[in-house]
């Protein structure tokens, strides 16, 4: 089994633990995102919802469209996953995985981007210095 690496929000209420590989890291700079995190662009992990755990806190969730929940802490408003909802058709790629803000680590230097996200919503004067795989709407779109 893989290492596990471990997080959570700015204010401590929310704890979560992670096990290790990540089947994809990148950086998504869809509206949502952008707007979910007040930021120009979110650095998400994704592994397989059985190698996440909570281990402190009850996040808030809210859906922010029909294929989205995100979960975030209720009491700082640090934004913590996503994920497809249970409703969605059982053949949905990726249903069974959860994303995670690499920037909420511990120590997120241990799960570095490997791609870009939704480059179609990039916000003009905002870029970063890598020669990542970029795609215009969702990886690996
Ligand atoms: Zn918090
Ligand atoms: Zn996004």
Redesign the pocket.
Known sequence: MGDTVTGGCLCGAVRYQVRLPVLNAGY?H?R??QRAAGAPA?AWLTVPRTAFAFTRGDPAVFRSSPRGLRRFCGVCGTPLTFEFPEDMPPDTPGLHDIDVTVASLDTPEAVPPDHH??TSSRIAWFDTVDRLPRHTHDYPG
């Open positions: 998504c869809c949502m995102c979110v996200s939704w």
